[in-house]
Nanobody, 114 residues
Framework: QVQLVQSGGGLVQPGGSLRLSCAASGITVNLYILGWYRQAPGKERELVATINSGGSTNYADSVKGRFTISRDDGKNTVYLQMTSLKPEDTAVYYC????????WGQGTQVTVSS
């Protein structure tokens, strides 16, 4: 059974930082494109960042320069380091592993508020 288990997230003040983690089991992620998506209330799920098996990254314009995606294939884990957080970053964040088929994490709430 494939599982992507997320950790991290929570409430942070504007300008603060958080790190999200997503650990996969049941698959070996080294061939997968790993990514983070988010969904704010009343909005569609949107891409935040992806990283391919070679380490190349792609970011949404809204998070460039503030968020960093990374992967540790030895730990079967993908990370999202978020800095300079803004209230508009508030959303449920989902990790994703995509190859021949894609899998989703359970989602974790990130709230940026003073």
């Amino acid at each position: 059974q494939v599982q992507l288990v997320q950790s991290g997230g929570g409430l942070v003040q504007p300008g603060g930082s958080l790190r999200l983690s997503c650990a996969a089991s049941g698959i070996t992620v080294n061939l997968y494109i790993l990514g983070w998506y988010r969904q704010a209330p009343g909005k569609e799920r949107e891409l935040v960042a992806t990283i391919n098996s070679g380490g190349s990254t792609n970011y949404a314009d809204s998070v460039k320069g503030r968020f960093t995606i990374s992967r540790d294939d030895g730990k079967n884990t993908v990370y999202l380091q978020m800095t300079s957080l803004k209230p508009e970053d508030t959303a449920v964040y989902y990790c994703n592993a995509r190859w021949a088929i894609q899998y989703w994490g359970q989602g974790t709430q990130v709230t940026v508020s003073s």
